[in-house]
């Protein structure tokens, strides 16, 4: 019988696991780890701890003080029958209630400050270290996940380290004050009422262990959620067009359901744990009740002595149920600890040299030297002693089947990724020797997905150079040839464009990317597909504008379809990874190799580029 009983609480008590995790659980972290981690964040509202820790000390002696007054009211007024104290009583009573209103108005203000504060230090902390991750991260993660760390774990390593602590000293000192009054009224009662303590103590600790699976389990399915909801509300054209609206919605629930076990489990063992709290505080009670009423027959004790007492005793057991319940609440909040902890600690792939070179604006002398390259977690090289150079001011193109690795080219001369094996060069010096921020100014993108945010026209420009003037902005309109479009729409440059650009074409968007790209005026230029998803008509209306902005930079053009590569000063021909032909266009239509044959497979459609270059050099 006691074997099953304990069978099904243990299983009551349980929190379910999920072998097919859509986020893992973070690797754990102590209490005492998790809280040095965190103290620095407290720093601006460190000043208010000392004023919080005396309104502390005063709400208790407030609160002993009301019941000391009770005492008098009964040993004085009610036994003796006798009005005359009860004006002073009534006096001192009201000055208590307004005084703790005070009190309590400059502890909630003061608080509330030094927890908003640290949740906003800690925020914008987690959200510049994620920006600062490299690509590989945000390519491994899901979103979602990350975005309900920001958002709720944040929120909860509040509670783990202020409020938590502040209610926990609150706690203490209130403890403290009780204990101290119920000594000097009746020692030998009060130690009668402390047998109950270490019995809390015990299940606390007990509970606080199921307490913190269950919380884990939660916040990880939190995360699940926003990542599901992201990724399909982010690609609702596709779950739509292809009818997956219920698979997602099972995905969600699946989801969905997870937390829900998690919170009923988490309910559960906090509806078994008040119970057993309520057990032991009865147990203290009687036992000090049975005592007191015989020191009452046998005279030691007055009745408002004794009611007093067991005021008190309640008042002394709500701060020790309240620090039990409070490490409860602490264990739920380290788990959310955890997870920010485990994004704290990613690091960025991509790390800035500590004597980092600034160059200013670059030449747009670009080499890649031998450079082999792996993703991080895969075994197959994206490019093997890949080498070429790009003189000032000409085109490179480089074409190749789908997965050659020719975005990937793009990605490390943008430094995205560092390469394993040899390296890539601005104006002769290593991308690792350059300041990060200023590589990246000197090297502009257009890319093969169109990134529009969700934003008006201008600031879509503007994003280029923040702090371009309006000429500059409609004079990098007209050369992307967008101009005329956007005087159509209906606000012109102040008309909002969707997220990714949804309420504008391909083509639209794509001409609002390179007067992006051109307003950024950099000596280096990518184009990733820059024809890709528009039809031939849009793709010839970009071609001039595409002209203007490549004129006098160095041009990385990246292709598979060649309509694009035509006119380039040279074109590398990429297979697997490897560099297997280079040449101009006609010397390598002449070799009849592997670029002759992908000329052979797309046909070229669309008038090719026509950069004018200064003189066509032929690449090492
Ligand atoms: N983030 C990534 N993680 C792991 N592997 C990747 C990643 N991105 C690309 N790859 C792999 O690296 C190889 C080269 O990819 P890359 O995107 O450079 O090809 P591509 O030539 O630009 O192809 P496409 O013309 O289709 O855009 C491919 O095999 C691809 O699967």
Redesign the pocket.
């Known amino acids: 019988m006691r074997r099953v009983s304990l069978h099904v609480l243990r299983r009551l008590l349980s929190v379910a696991d999920d072998p097919d995790a859509v986020v893992v659980a973070a690797p754990p972290v102590s209490p005492r780890d998790a809280f040095r981690r965190f103290w620095p964040y407290t720093r601006g509202g460190r000043r208010f701890l000392i004023p919080i820790l005396v309104f502390s000390v005063i709400g208790p002696v407030v609160d002993a003080a009301e019941i000391w007054l009770f005492k008098i009211v009964v040993d004085d007024v009610l036994v003796p029958r006798d009005l005359r104290p009860f004006l002073w009583i009534a006096l001192a009573y009201t000055g208590l209630i307004i005084g703790s209103g005070v009190l309590g108005f400059a502890d909630d203000v003061t608080s509330t400050w030094v927890s908003e504060r640290f949740l906003l230090a800690l925020r914008s902390d987690v959200f510049r270290h994620v920006q600062s991750l490299s ?2 991260f945000f ?2 993660r899901r979103l979602g996940d990350v975005l309900s760390r920001i958002t709720g774990d944040v929120d909860a390593v509040e509670t783990f380290l202020l409020s938590g602590v502040a209610d926990g000293l609150y706690y203490v000192i209130r403890l403290g004050v009780f204990l101290g009054l119920l000594f000097y009224l009746r020692w030998d009662l009060t130690i009668l009422a402390l047998v109950i303590v270490p019995l809390f103590w015990c299940a606390a600790r007990r509970f606080s262990r199921l307490i913190k699976a269950a919380s884990r389990e939660r916040r990880r399915r939190s995360g699940s959620i926003s990542a599901i909801a992201e990724e399909s509300l982010g690609n609702i054209a596709l779950v739509q067009a292809y009818n997956r609206q219920e698979t997602e919605e099972q995905r969600f629930a699946r989801e969905s359901v997870g937390k829900f076990r998690a919170a009923m489990a988490s309910a559960r063992i906090h509806a078994v744990y008040s119970p057993i709290v309520e057990v032991i505080e009865l147990i203290g009670a009687l036992a000090v009740m049975g005592l007191g009423t015989w020191k009452l027959a046998q005279g030691q004790l007055t009745l408002g002595g004794l009611l007093v007492f067991l005021a008190l005793l309640s008042s002394l057991y709500s701060p020790i149920r309240g620090l039990s319940h409070l490490t409860n609440t602490f264990y739920a909040a380290s788990a959310s600890a955890e997870r920010i902890i485990e994004l704290l600690d990613q690091r960025p792939q991509v790390v800035e040299a500590a004597d980092a070179r600034r160059i200013g604006r670059a030449r747009g002398d670009v080499e890649f030297r031998g450079v082999s390259f792996r ?4 075994s ?1 090289w ?2 093997s002693d890949v080498s070429f150079h790009v003189t000032p001011g000409t085109t490179l193109a ?1 074409v ?12 490390l001369q943008l430094r995205f990724y560092d390469p394993d094996q040899g390296s890539v060069l601005l104006d002769g010096t290593d991308l690792r020797d350059l300041q990060l921020s200023e590589l990246r100014e000197n090297v502009a993108v257009v890319l ?1 997905e169109t990134l529009v945010f969700h934003g008006t026209v201008r600031e879509n420009i503007a994003y280029g150079r923040p702090d371009a003037a309006e000429a500059d902005i409609v004079a990098a309109a007209r050369a992307a040839d967008a101009h005329d479009f956007i005087q159509l729409l209906p606000e012109g440059y102040d008309t909002v464009v969707g997220q990714r650009g949804r309420t504008l074409s391909g083509g639209q968007a794509q001409r609002l990317a390179i007067a992006r790209a051109m307003i950024r005026d950099a000596p280096v230029l990518i184009l ?2 820059p024809t890709t998803g528009l039809d031939t008509q849009s793709g010839r209306r970009i071609m001039e504008p595409l002209r203007q902005l490549m004129a006098g930079r160095t041009t990385i053009v ?3 379809n060649l309509i694009t590569t035509r006119d380039a000063t040279s074109t590398v021909v ?1 297979d697997g ?1 490897r560099v297997v032909e280079r040449g101009t266009h006609e010397d390598l239509l002449l070799r009849d190799g592997a670029y002759a044959r992908l000329h052979r497979l797309n046909g070229v459609t669309v008038p090719a580029l026509s950069v004018s270059p200064p003189a066509r050099k032929v690449l090492s």
């Not at 993703?375 to 895969?378: D, I, K, L």
């Not at 089947?401 to 793009?410: E, F, H, I, L, R």
């Open positions: 690509l590989g390519e491994r993703y991080p977690g895969t197959r994206a490019l480089l190749g089947a789908s997965g050659a690795g020719k975005s990937t080219v793009g990605k093969q990733d597909e990246i292709s598979h990429l990874g």
